[in-house]
């Protein structure tokens, strides 16, 4: 037995010998061109060798190749497929002398990939439809090719979706693919950067053999971004055409601005971040997109659950999902309030992310028990979106929020350069008590509608509100509100400030208030849009409030009610608020109002909007009911409705003007006898 393999080992190593011998005969560069023609055929590709060509003879030959090119797909406008600087195969020499080419290490160096999709989908890393031969069969290598290890190093892996400006970028430091045959699984070791951050993955995938021949093909990889961890199990029925993947993703991260960071965007620092979900893949070729029935997503201390429906194909991804949450907690992750608004804008100037609309399209609901902000939380929500071609419709929106309820609609067209959006908000029954910032503060009662209405476009909220049309009507009904109320809200501070008595008394009693302003080209102006009835006092009053530079020019004026036996002489002082929306502050005249930067002057010009309630006031009675002429439902008297601040003026002129008419008449009939 021993001389047998004895002899065996001696015969292959006289075989070795023999066939380097031959090899080292063989020019491969006379051979060239059938080469790059045989690879051509195969992928369906142009393919070039335009650098030169090392073979060394060795019991492991080893073949060198230099500037290689592979051509991109027929639809692609861009470069080639993929460029190789230098590439070297060991091939193992005693399984060549039986027919079959095996590849003992394969590196490829300064290699570039470019991967795409067009407009349906397609990839262009599936290769184009075999040529036949003269017989009607494909062509095929002349020996069985097997790779028993694949490095690729100093390369980089970039990836253009359909109409996408920019390309992601991978930076190969090292992969190292090894397999025991072209039969068995492939494992994987991979060093390198995203976008600029350190990337690792690790595990197994299918065999070479299951991927050249587009069958089943498994994988279980661990991926690891700075701090992102990604875990994924799963297989691909065909691997090239990438169609039919089956797989458990779950994935972590220490903030979700670690997470955002993958995708290029500026995400908040909330922590900690999970999220798993299982994915299926369509039951036929008639059903498009992949299947995530349980999908789970938690984020600090938000949790969200359901499933949805991913159609990457097409121009946009569709996304289809519904989606249940025991709370939403957006505290976590909007900045906080400033303790001090004094200098600060209620509408924000920061641009809204509509390019984002542009590039997706969804359709989903939610159902959450608690959506929560800094100054709200509301309860029992629901919302259901649609987003088709860069237009986005939020309708119905609808939440329990302090003991009432907010329903409304919201909607924008983003595929113009200054999108147009639609605000439609509607409240009932809200009790100001329950809000948090009002919480403990002993409001009482005082159910509150309203409805705001804003038609605008722009980029930002301030460019919105600062152009748009709608209205803004809040009707607050019997309650009690203590007097040191500090609430920095409009509604509540204007009714501590017009009212003369927050001074001496702890609380006011209010029987009902409204506020009724329509919205013109970004100005909101009410010449009778207030009205405040509380037990002791009648106050109507309107004004301005510009929200492009959120100044606010409102006047009124309190008048004891018939019968309280008030006398106070204050009560006939016309009370004037200026400032901006978050400072609102008393101005005690014309003067001070200028130095505030109001535009008293142009208030005059349009007919004097505060300085009209202040007419109006005049000839109010007290018993009037001042909710209702705010609100617009009870009509002015005749006798009540005063004259202009122009109309006023030009009387008075035509007074001074016959005046002096009649004088200088008089001073010539005196002179002339006549």
């Not at 641009?351 to 800094?374: M, N, Q």
């Not at 606010?552 to 400032?579: C, E, S, W, Y």
Request: with cysteine; glycine share 10%.
């Amino acid at each position: 037995m021993k001389r047998v393999l004895l002899i065996l080992v001696v015969l292959g190593l006289l075989a070795a010998g023999a066939a380097a011998v031959l090899l080292g005969r063989f020019d491969i560069h006379r051979h060239q061109g059938e080469l790059s023609a045989l690879i051509a055929r195969q992928t369906g590709r142009s393919f070039a060798i335009t650098g030169d060509i090392h073979f060394a003879p060795s019991l492991v030959p080893t073949l060198a190749v230099e500037g290689v090119r592979l051509g991109n797909a027929a639809w692609s406008k861009r470069g080639d497929f993929i460029v190789i600087d230098r590439a070297e195969a060991q091939v193992a020499l005693l399984p060549l002398l039986r027919g079959q080419l095996e590849i003992k290490r394969l590196l490829l160096s300064g290699a570039k990939i470019s991967l795409e999709t067009n407009e349906k989908g397609e990839g262009n890393w599936v290769l184009g439809e075999q040529k036949t031969n003269a017989r009607g069969a494909a062509p095929s290598l002349p020996l069985a090719l097997a790779i028993r290890q694949v490095r690729i190093e100093k390369s980089t892996l970039r990836y253009h979706a359909v109409k996408s400006e920019t390309a992601q970028v991978l930076d190969v430091k090292s992969l190292q693919l090894d397999s025991a045959s072209a039969s068995s699984p492939l494992a994987v070791d991979f060093s390198g950067t995203y976008r600029g951050l350190p990337f690792t993955l690790t595990g197994t995938v299918g065999s070479l053999d299951a991927l050249r021949a587009d069958r089943r093909w498994p994988f279980d990889l661990d991926a690891r971004i700075k701090t992102v961890k990604a875990a994924v199990h799963g297989e691909a029925e065909k691997p090239l055409a990438g169609e039919g993947v089956r797989a458990e993703v779950a994935l972590s991260a220490d903030s979700l601005a670690a997470l955002g960071d993958l995708g290029g965007w500026k995400l908040p620092a909330l922590s900690p971040v999970s999220i798993s979900a299982s994915i299926i893949p369509p039951e036929n070729k008639n059903n498009r997109g992949y299947s995530l029935p349980n999908v789970t997503i938690k984020l600090g201390h938000s949790d969200l659950a359901g499933h949805m429906r991913l159609d990457p194909a097409g121009a946009r991804p569709l996304i289809e999902g519904e989606f249940t949450s025991t709370l939403i907690d957006l505290t976590e992750a909007l900045p906080p309030p400033p303790k001090e608004r004094k200098n600060e804008r209620m509408f924000s100037v920061d641009p809204l992310p509509f390019a984002t609309l542009r590039g997706v399209d969804a359709k989903a609901s939610l159902r959450a028990g608690a959506l929560k902000t800094h100054k709200m939380v509301y309860d029992k929500v629901t919302a259901a979106l649609v987003l088709t071609n860069g237009r986005l419709n939020l309708s119905p929106l609808a939440a329990v929020l302090a003991g009432g309820r907010v329903e409304g609609a919201l909607s924008a067209d983003a595929t113009t350069a200054r999108p147009k959006v639609n605000i439609d908000l509607r409240g009932k029954g809200i009790l100001p008590g329950q809000l948090p910032q009002l919480a403990g503060k002993h409001l009482e009662n005082a159910p509150t509608d309203f409805v705001f209405e804003v038609h605008g476009s722009g980029v930002s909220v301030a460019d919105i509100m600062g152009g748009g049309d709608g209205k803004l009507f809040v009707h607050t009904g019997p309650g009690r509100m203590p007097n040191n109320l500090a609430s920095a809200d409009l509604l509540l501070d204007g009714l501590r400030l017009f009212n003369p008595l927050a001074k001496s008394d702890p609380y006011t009693t209010i029987e009902c208030a409204v506020v009724n302003f329509g919205i013109k080209n970004g100005v909101a102006s009410g010449p009778a849009g207030i009205g405040v009835r509380t037990d002791k006092l009648n106050i109507l009053g309107g004004g301005t409030v510009d929200l492009k530079t959120e100044r606010i020019d409102i006047g009124a004026k309190p008048k004891p009610r018939t019968g309280i036996g008030l006398n106070i002489a204050a009560l006939g002082d016309f009370v004037r608020l200026g400032g901006t929306l978050s400072n609102p502050h008393p101005v005690t005249n014309a003067v001070g109002a200028a130095e505030a930067g109001l535009k008293v002057g142009a208030a005059v010009a349009t007919g004097g909007l505060s300085l009209l309630a202040e007419g109006l006031i005049d000839r109010t009675s007290a018993d009037d009911d001042v909710c209702a002429i705010a609100a617009g439902t009870q009509p002015l008297k005749p006798a009540q409705k005063p004259k202009s601040v122009l109309q006023k003026t030009t009387d008075t002129t035509k007074e001074a003007a016959k005046s002096a008419t009649d004088a200088v008449e008089g001073v010539f009939k005196s002179l002339f006898g006549n």
